[in-house]
C-alpha cells in the first residue's frame, strides 16, 4: 500500500477575525499527516489550539475558507488539495482561513 502523502497548510485567521477568535495558529505551515485526513481535523485541530473547545463537536460553529470558497468538513485534504492543483497549480502549500460561521455576514 502506498503511504498517504502530506499536504502542508498554512492556517490562517480571517483578517475580520481578529477580535472575535484570540490567538493564532503559530506552527504554520501544518503536515497533514499530524492533523489528520480530514477537513473535519483541521478544523478541530483549530479549535484545540486555541481553545475553542466549544467549537469541537459543532460542525456549523466555524467555516474553513479556501481561495475564498467555504470547504465542507467531510472532504479530505487531499481531494481540497488536488481541487486547488487544478484551479491554482503553483500551490505548492493549501491556505485555510478560519471563520465563526455567525460572522460570515459581516464580510
Not at 472575535?20 to 501544518?30: D, E, L, V
Not at 477537513?39 to 467555516?63: A, F, P, S, T, W
Request: charged share 20%; with cysteine.
Amino acid at each position: 500500500m502506498k503511504p498517504e502523502p502530506a499536504y502542508m497548510m498554512m492556517l490562517t485567521k480571517a483578517h475580520t477575525q481578529e477580535e472575535f477568535i484570540r490567538g493564532s495558529m503559530t506552527k504554520n505551515p501544518y503536515s497533514s499527516l499530524e492533523i489528520g485526513p480530514l477537513m473535519r481535523d483541521v478544523k478541530n485541530k483549530i479549535c484545540h489550539q486555541l481553545e475553542l473547545l466549544g467549537l469541537l463537536e459543532d460542525d456549523y460553529g466555524m467555516e474553513l475558507l479556501v481561495a475564498g470558497n467555504i470547504v465542507a468538513l467531510d472532504l479530505s485534504v487531499a481531494q481540497v488539495m488536488l481541487s486547488c492543483a487544478l484551479f491554482f497549480p503553483y500551490i505548492y502549500c493549501l491556505e485555510l482561513l478560519y471563520i465563526r460561521k455567525h460572522e460570515l455576514t459581516s464580510l
